[in-house]
């Protein structure tokens, strides 16, 4: 059974950076496309970052400059490493994992809040 466990959440003041990590583990596969979405209180959910496997890297205008994804392919594992934390950054934050074969997967979710 695939799972991915995300960590790395937590309460930082504006201006602050933190990183969240997002282990796959199980029978993935391929792996074709690795991003993290963010659903901020009574929005929807919006991408934030994306990784095509040996091709494109996608940011959200709004975290653009801010925001970096990385992946460690031998631990299966990518990131997302957020500096000059804004209050509008606060939100839940989802890995997404898409096999070549389609299959899309999910973490539970950590919570990022930006507040003085």
């Known amino acids: 059974q695939v799972q991915l466990v995300e960590s790395g959440g937590g309460l930082v003041q504006p201006g602050g950076s933190l990183r969240l990590s997002c282990a796959a583990s199980g029978s993935i596969g391929s792996i074709d496309l690795m991003a993290w979405y963010r659903r901020a209180p009574g929005k929807q959910r919006e991408l934030v970052a994306s990784?095509?496997?040996?091709?494109?890297?996608n940011y959200a205008d709004s975290v653009k400059g801010r925001f970096t994804i990385s992946r460690d392919s031998a631990k299966r594992t990518v990131y997302l490493r957020m500096n000059s934390l804004r209050p509008e950054d606060t939100a839940v934050y989802y890995c997404n994992i898409v096999t070549s074969w389609g299959d899309n997967y999910w973490g539970q979710g950590t919570q990022v809040t930006v507040s003085s």
């Open positions: 990784m095509k496997i040996g091709g494109l890297i």
